[in-house]
Nanobody
Framework: QEQLVESGGGLVQPGGSLRLSCAASGIGFPINDMGWYRQAPGKQRESVASVSTGGSSIYAESVKGRFTVSRDNGKNTVYLQMNSLKSEDTAVYYC???????????????WGKGTLVTVSS
């Protein structure tokens, strides 16, 4: 069964750091992009960062210079290093994995269940 499992969330003080991990398993096709989204209380889910198989990355403006996304293709795992955390980074963080299904290349997105990051003093 396909699943993505996030870990590494928790409570951190403003200015602190956390590293999130997300391991994908049971996906029977090559994974294309992997990434992170977040959803703060009362807000819509938003994209945080994504990384291609080749390592090219895209970031939301709000996290540029503070967050770094990376992946280990051999382990089907994506990471999010979060530095200089702010209270507005508080949210549930979800990882996803994009797969293009044969024979027509239908795009399928798998999601994790999320991990809570709370930035507070």
């Amino acid at each position: 069964q396909e699943q993505l499992v996030e870990s590494g969330g928790g409570l951190v003080q403003p200015g602190g750091s956390l590293r999130l991990s997300c391991a994908a398993s049971g996906i029977g096709f090559p994974i294309n992009d992997m990434g992170w989204y977040r959803q703060a209380p009362g807000k819509q889910r938003e994209s945080v960062a994504s990384v291609s198989t080749g390592g090219s990355s895209i970031y939301a403006e709000s996290v540029k210079g503070r967050f770094t996304v990376s992946r280990d293709n051999g382990k089907n795992t994506v990471y999010l290093q979060m530095n200089s955390l702010k209270s507005e980074d508080t949210a549930v963080y979800y990882c996803n994995a994009v797969v293009f299904l044969p024979p027509h290349g239908t795009r399928m997105v798998y999601w994790g269940k999320g991990t809570l990051v709370t930035v507070s003093s």
